[in-house]
């Protein structure tokens, strides 16, 4: 079996080819500019920019790999902005005795994504470090997008809607249960996700409605909820009745002692919009594969400001708080 | 009848005069929070948590020999994922793992017996801690190794009994309790009736309670009616998962491999019977019988009341150190930390 060996660090024939014949013909040898800059043309005076580092075990998952999550996840990261997503680069870090296969399989589903949500890879680097001082890989994307109408962040204003496009907390429960061998844990996967086709719509048909919006990554939907009513004069209030979560979420997470409103999400974004265009942002949504469970959430609410909290299902209200560190499955 | 009705009855129950209800089960904390049905209380009703977090009750003696065994005889503790960040007399398993012990975090007692299958070279020592409902599945797992023979498999004892905490409670006359939640999980492996005598010894009602949004409200109201009627009876609302005389089967694989033994619990001390030690039959996965550490004499923390709580005397908002000097990033007491622990509740769920 073909591996990962520091000759492919080299900077001689071994890494040529593993660059030439692997990453560059995988990723796309029409847009990969192999110079030490790819010269990009764009057509407007602002851009977005942005950068994010990947490191996640295992690397391949139940709807994902390490190299789909990088591409969506800066992507999102643009598209949330209100950008247009064009451009992203990829550095590679990758660690001795890393199978050529297993690389080959995660470079074609970042081929596969950037295809989906339109961006083009354009340039990259190719960097190997000795067994043991890595995680077998790592990736860094950055992305530039085009800014062709307006940032889409305005005042929020108590009465506004919370919306979220599907389902909470798939991504961080997948990889829990996979982390950890959990046998109960059939069913789950991983929703990552390019979510730039979806935001792109909505704001095509109501350029004024977001107030605010941000893909619902590490610290789940409520971590959201806190960075927007923090020193804020709004609360921001959920409806537990109203939160789509999977069964299969639900089970897993109960049984840990988990929270899937602070699990990490790979293709949710959360919107606060003005409640008028609520219901025509969710028709919207539900068009695209990655809305068809979209819906409203929430609220924000003058009651109790600064905080996030929750409507149970009984009517009581609880405190959503800020996470302090990270969720341990309990005991019993 | 519709839950949400139900809520409605509960958030509008008349009470002539205070009533104090008392939460055995650490679970139990954390949901009325969660559900929102504390919210929803009528006004004089108080929930007292009692001692029914396990990690809680644990003592620091506990933690201290755990992390003793594991350096000085280079031994893998294997733990619930509960336990690591829990102070011990002068650090904490999760600061040793920092200093290089090694702690596995496990989800099952059964994954420390094939950490131990899998590391035949090494010492696993899973820290066996939780009440009846727990102990069953460690029961099991000792079970397990002897049959497949597992040399390396220990676990350090410190699985407690529920019963005989709450007699201590009531017997110390240092709270007043009008009745009590009764913890649904261990009562479906003692039973119901291992509770009457809550009515027909001490003349309190009480009710054994599921854990969703409807057995809390369903519960709390028909507790409330046996207070107000002051009918001392002990009734089961978890009835889809509680019968009257338990599990017996999950009770004699318990016996099968566990005796009841002394038991020391945070804040209450020393329980006679309170405690369940391994049998003669498996001494052998006793780390205590395996290994004679040296322990630092136990530390308590300065001001922390984690004692008094779990006995009910006082609520997490009455210790002085409560968000302030212990706070979850740097918690002072165990029940700041666990997940089950009634000053984690109050912190994450019950500030407005």
């Given at each position: 079996?073909?591996?990962?060996v520091?000759?492919?660090?080299?900077?001689?024939?071994?890494?040529?080819?593993?660059?030439?014949?692997?990453?560059?013909?995988?990723?796309?040898?029409?847009?990969?500019?192999?110079?030490?800059?790819?010269?990009?043309?764009?057509?407007?005076?602002?851009?977005?920019?942005?950068?994010?580092?990947?490191?996640?075990?295992p690397?391949?998952?139940?709807?994902?790999?390490?190299?789909?999550?990088?591409?969506?996840?800066?992507?999102?990261?643009?598209?949330?902005?209100?950008?247009?997503?064009?451009?992203?680069?990829?550095?590679?870090?990758?660690?001795?005795?890393?199978?050529?296969?297993?690389?080959?399989?995660?470079?074609?589903?970042?081929?596969?994504?950037?295809?989906?949500?339109?961006?083009?890879?354009?340039?990259?680097?190719?960097?190997?470090?000795?067994?043991?001082?890595g995680?077998?890989?790592?990736?860094?994307?950055?992305?530039?997008?085009t800014?062709?109408?307006?940032?889409?962040?305005?005042?929020?204003?108590?009465?506004?809607?919370?919306?979220?496009?599907?389902?909470?907390?798939?991504?961080?429960?997948?990889?829990?249960?996979?982390?950890?061998?959990?046998?109960?844990?059939?069913?789950?996967?991983?929703?990552?996700?390019?979510?730039?086709?979806?935001?792109?719509?909505?704001?095509?048909?109501?350029?004024?409605?977001?107030?605010?919006?941000?893909?619902?990554?590490?610290?789940?939907?409520?971590?959201?909820?806190?960075?927007?009513?923090?020193?804020?004069s709004?609360?921001?209030?959920?409806?537990?009745?109203?939160?789509?979560?999977?069964?299969?979420?639900?089970?897993?997470?109960?049984?840990?002692?988990?929270?899937?409103?602070?699990?990490?999400?790979?293709?949710?974004?959360?919107?606060?919009a003005?409640?008028?265009?609520?219901?025509?942002?969710?028709?919207?949504?539900?068009?695209?594969?990655?809305g068809?469970?979209?819906?409203?959430?929430?609220?924000?609410?003058?009651?109790?400001?600064?905080?996030?909290?929750?409507?149970?299902?009984?009517?009581?209200?609880?405190?959503?708080?800020?996470?302090?560190?990270?969720?341990?499955?309990?005991?019993? | 009848?519709?839950?949400?009705?139900?809520?409605?009855?509960?958030?509008?129950?008349?009470?002539?005069?205070?009533?104090?209800i008392?939460?055995?089960?650490?679970?139990?904390?954390?949901?009325?929070?969660?559900?929102?049905?504390?919210?929803?209380?009528?006004?004089?009703?108080?929930?007292?948590?009692?001692?029914?977090?396990?990690?809680?009750?644990?003592?620091?003696?506990?933690?201290?020999?755990?992390?003793?065994?594991?350096?000085?005889?280079?031994?893998?503790?294997?733990?619930?994922?509960?336990?690591?960040?829990?102070?011990?007399?002068?650090?904490?398993?999760?600061?040793?793992?920092?200093?290089?012990?090694?702690?596995?975090v496990?989800?099952?007692?059964?994954?420390?017996?094939?950490?131990?299958?899998?590391?035949?070279?090494?010492?696993?020592?899973?820290?066996?801690?939780?009440?009846?409902?727990?102990?069953?599945?460690?029961?099991?797992?000792?079970?397990?190794?002897?049959?497949?023979?597992?040399?390396?498999?220990?676990?350090?004892?410190?699985?407690?009994?529920t019963v005989?905490?709450?007699?201590?409670?009531?017997?110390?006359?240092?709270?007043?309790?009008?009745?009590?939640?009764?913890?649904?999980?261990?009562?479906?492996?003692?039973?119901?009736?291992?509770?009457?005598?809550?009515?027909?010894?001490?003349?309190?009602?009480?009710?054994?309670?599921?854990?969703?949004?409807?057995?809390?409200?369903?519960?709390?109201?028909?507790?409330?009616?046996?207070?107000?009627?002051?009918?001392?009876?002990?009734?089961?609302?978890?009835?889809?998962?509680?019968?009257?005389?338990?599990?017996?089967?999950?009770?004699?694989?318990l016996?099968?491999?566990?005796?009841?033994?002394?038991?020391?619990w945070?804040?209450?001390?020393?329980?006679?019977?309170?405690?369940?030690?391994?049998?003669?039959?498996?001494?052998?996965?006793?780390?205590?019988?395996?290994?004679?550490?040296?322990?630092?004499?136990?530390?308590?923390?300065?001001g922390?009341?984690?004692?008094?709580?779990?006995?009910?005397?006082?609520?997490?908002?009455?210790?002085?150190?409560?968000?302030?000097?212990?706070?979850?990033?740097?918690?002072?007491?165990?029940?700041?930390?666990?997940?089950?622990?009634?000053?984690?509740?109050?912190?994450?769920?019950?500030?407005?």
């Amino acid at each position: 079996m073909d591996i990962i060996v520091p000759g492919h660090g080299s900077g001689g024939k071994m890494m040529n080819d593993l660059i030439n014949n692997t990453i560059k013909s995988i990723l796309g040898s029409d847009t990969i500019q192999l110079d030490d800059s790819a010269i990009l043309t764009v057509p407007v005076h602002s851009i977005a920019f942005t950068t994010d580092s990947y490191t996640i075990t295992p690397i391949e998952f139940s709807g994902g790999t390490i190299g789909s999550l990088a591409v969506n996840g800066t992507v999102n990261d643009l598209a949330v902005m209100g950008a247009v997503p064009r451009f992203i680069s990829c550095a590679l870090i990758l660690e001795e005795g890393l199978p050529i296969e297993t690389l080959q399989r995660i470079l074609i589903s970042m081929k596969e994504a950037a295809l989906k949500a339109g961006v083009a890879i354009v340039t990259g680097d190719t960097k190997i470090v000795p067994r043991g001082k890595g995680d077998r890989i790592y990736i860094n994307t950055a992305g530039i997008g085009t800014v062709e109408s307006s940032v889409q962040r305005r005042p929020i204003v108590p009465g506004d809607s919370i919306i979220v496009n599907g389902t909470i907390g798939d991504h961080g429960t997948a990889i829990m249960a996979l982390r950890n061998n959990l046998s109960f844990s059939k069913g789950l996967s991983s929703d990552c996700a390019a979510l730039n086709h979806l935001i792109q719509d909505i704001i095509k048909h109501f350029p004024d409605a977001i107030k605010f919006m941000r893909d619902a990554t590490r610290g789940g939907v409520a971590s959201i909820l806190n960075e927007i009513t923090k020193g804020a004069s709004f609360g921001a209030k959920l409806y537990e009745e109203a939160l789509p979560i999977r069964d299969e979420v639900k089970g897993v997470s109960e049984i840990l002692g988990i929270d899937p409103l602070y699990s990490a999400n790979e293709g949710k974004v959360v919107i606060v919009a003005d409640s008028i265009y609520a219901n025509d942002i969710i028709a919207i949504m539900k068009k695209h594969p990655e809305g068809k469970d979209a819906a409203v959430i929430g609220t924000i609410t003058s009651e109790f400001p600064e905080k996030a909290y929750m409507q149970t299902t009984i009517g009581g209200n609880r405190i959503l708080p800020v996470l302090i560190e990270e969720q341990l499955p309990r005991i019993c | 009848m519709d839950i949400k009705k139900e809520a409605v009855l509960l958030s509008q129950y008349t009470l002539q005069t205070p009533v104090a209800i008392m939460e055995v089960c650490g679970t139990h904390t954390t949901e009325f929070f969660r559900t929102g049905v504390k919210d929803i209380f009528p006004q004089g009703l108080r929930l007292i948590d009692g001692p029914g977090c396990p990690v809680c009750v644990t003592s620091n003696d506990y933690l201290d020999t755990a992390i003793a065994i594991g350096w000085q005889y280079d031994c893998i503790i294997a733990t619930f994922g509960d336990m690591m960040k829990v102070p011990s007399s002068y650090s904490s398993l999760s600061k040793e793992k920092s200093k290089g012990l090694t702690v596995e975090v496990v989800y099952s007692p059964m994954d420390a017996v094939q950490l131990a299958a899998d590391n035949p070279d090494k010492k696993i020592v899973f820290l066996s801690i939780g009440f009846e409902t727990t102990a069953p599945a460690e029961a099991v797992c000792v079970l397990e190794a002897k049959k497949r023979n597992i040399k390396n498999f220990f676990i350090l004892p410190g699985n407690k009994l529920t019963v005989p905490a709450v007699k201590v409670l009531l017997d110390s006359g240092e709270v007043n309790i009008d009745g009590f939640i009764l913890p649904g999980h261990v009562s479906a492996i003692i039973g119901k009736k291992a509770w009457n005598f809550i009515a027909t010894d001490y003349g309190k009602p009480a009710v054994v309670v599921g854990f969703e949004d409807h057995d809390l409200i369903r519960g709390t109201l028909l507790l409330l009616n046996l207070i107000t009627h002051a009918n001392p009876n002990v009734v089961n609302e978890y009835t889809r998962v509680v019968r009257d005389d338990g599990n017996p089967k999950a009770l004699e694989i318990l016996y099968s491999v566990f005796k009841k033994g002394d038991a020391i619990w945070r804040g209450i001390g020393t329980i006679p019977e309170s405690g369940l030690l391994l049998n003669d039959d498996h001494a052998y996965f006793d780390a205590l019988q395996q290994f004679t550490p040296e322990v630092p004499p136990p530390k308590e923390h300065p001001g922390c009341r984690c004692g008094e709580l779990l006995r009910g005397v006082i609520i997490p908002t009455d210790c002085p150190l409560f968000g302030k000097a212990c706070n979850p990033e740097h918690a002072i007491g165990p029940c700041m930390v666990s997940s089950e622990g009634p000053c984690s509740a109050y912190y994450k769920y019950g500030r407005k």
